[in-house]
């Protein structure tokens, strides 16, 4: 019985580390930081003269249906037009995106014929860009117009090399249940990234909208699954940091449904645990004390041990309160036993189209950690590229 109760509280621990406890340590150490050394300080931007050259580059595959929209986008930003390179990577496009994009002669356009994955475009894309900065972001999502001058901003720290812009979830449709999980996710994700910028350095960009120091990006393996994430934190690595900011953001549409999602919450999973080996010296406190407790608390952990520690919570409580162990274990129990009849029922009205907030956080939740399992029989089973099935809109 005692292995059983160290094993209980052991997973118990893991689980509220991850999803509360490592939140409310990052927020309380960010609070003694700034008692200690006051709040960072607002860097200024160059005038316009001094501004560097920005390459802005899109990696799109078959992407004819929003590149008018796209360039729209790119010719409403605020910055200096002839600073502004224009970069879009085609990786294997078979429709019409290539024709499309000839009405634009001011854009660049780096084609191969072979679909080989967004590594392999920005592998290729990366290799011909002679700008001092890249902003990289998808086809599909919208930028705000002040997005360039706010990462040019950052990157006036010498130490930064990567910027990482905030992600922000439309929904066409009130009450779309996918988009609004979402959308709910990324707000809390957004939170833990400004923490952890203002700490010591962000844990990753997110492929929506990031910028990179070109001259330091390193070429990446095209079975790369989470392109992003490993391209900037092998700048961490390299003794650089990752700035967050929410004052340059991307807007995109929330997931069409929650089959969709979940092909996005599998790759993202099964990237992670790729992503998290590539990295695994990362994690060795001695190299880097603050980068190992940030990645490992707020990365590693969520896609590796915490789901396993969630589901093994359910037998290993059924068994101590089966053993008579104790009050404790009876009432974390009860506990569990309608936090998963919450989940069932958020799952239900799901299924019937309706939705109701209260019922539905246990359940997209839930919905989350699945996926992380969906991932590692993906990443277990997985013998291609990085080529991935894109993941319909709403």
């Known amino acids: 019985m005692t292995t059983l109760k160290i094993l209980f509280w052991i997973c118990l621990v893991i689980c509220i580390y991850t999803y509360v406890g490592y939140g409310v340590l990052l927020y309380?150490?960010?609070?003694?930081?700034?008692?200690v050394k006051g709040k960072p300080k607002q860097i200024e931007l160059p005038e316009d003269s001094q501004l560097p050259d920005v390459a802005f580059m899109?990696?799109?595959?078959?992407?004819?249906d929003v590149v008018e929209m796209k360039m729209q986008n790119i010719h409403e930003l605020d910055y200096p037009k002839d600073k502004l390179h224009v970069v879009?990577?085609?990786?294997?496009?078979?429709?019409?995106?290539?024709e499309y994009l000839k009405a634009y002669p001011e854009v660049e356009v780096i084609y191969s014929p072979e679909r080989r994955g967004k590594t392999a475009a920005l592998n290729h894309g990366l290799s011909m860009v002679t700008s001092d900065i890249t902003v990289m972001t998808d086809a599909n999502t919208m930028v705000n117009r002040e997005a360039i001058r706010e990462i040019v901003r950052c990157m006036q720290d010498p130490k930064v090399?990567?910027?990482a812009g905030e992600k922000r979830v439309m929904s066409r449709h009130e009450g779309e249940i996918a988009a609004e999980g979402e959308g709910l996710y990324w707000k809390y994700e957004s939170a833990l990234k400004r923490l952890d910028s203002e700490l010591y350095s962000a844990m990753g960009a997110a492929g929506e909208l990031n910028a990179i120091r070109t001259h330091l990006y390193e070429r990446m393996p095209e079975t790369a699954l989470l392109d992003d994430f490993v391209m900037s934190m092998r700048m961490v690595?390299?003794?650089?940091?990752?700035?967050?900011?929410?004052?340059?953001?991307?807007?995109?549409?929330?997931?069409?449904n929650l089959e969709e999602e979940s092909k996005r919450k599998r790759r993202i999973a099964a990237g992670g645990l790729q992503s998290s080996w590539w990295l695994r010296s990362m994690m060795n406190p001695f190299k880097n004390f603050m980068v190992a407790f940030q990645f490992v608390s707020h990365r590693v952990l969520r896609w590796s041990i915490t789901p396993i520690a969630l589901m093994a919570l359910i037998p290993l409580n059924v068994a101590l309160v089966m053993m008579k162990a104790g009050t404790v274990y009876t009432i974390i129990w009860i506990l569990q036993i309608l936090f998963y009849l919450t989940a069932f029922s958020g799952y239900l009205l799901e299924q019937h189209g309706h939705k109701n907030k209260l019922l539905y956080v246990p359940y997209y939740f839930l919905f989350m950690n699945i996926n992380v399992f969906r991932g590692m029989h993906y990443l277990k089973t997985h013998q291609g590229g990085g080529t991935w099935e894109k993941a319909k809109r709403g």
């Open 58 to 64: 899109v990696c799109a595959y078959n992407e004819q």
């Open 237 to 256: 690595e390299q003794g650089y940091k990752i700035v967050y900011t929410s004052e340059a953001y991307a807007m995109e549409y929330g997931s069409a």
């Open 161 to 163: 090399a990567c910027v």
């Open 28 to 35: 309380l150490l960010v609070l003694l930081k700034r008692m």
């Open 88 to 98: 879009w990577v085609t990786d294997g496009s078979s429709d019409n995106t290539n």
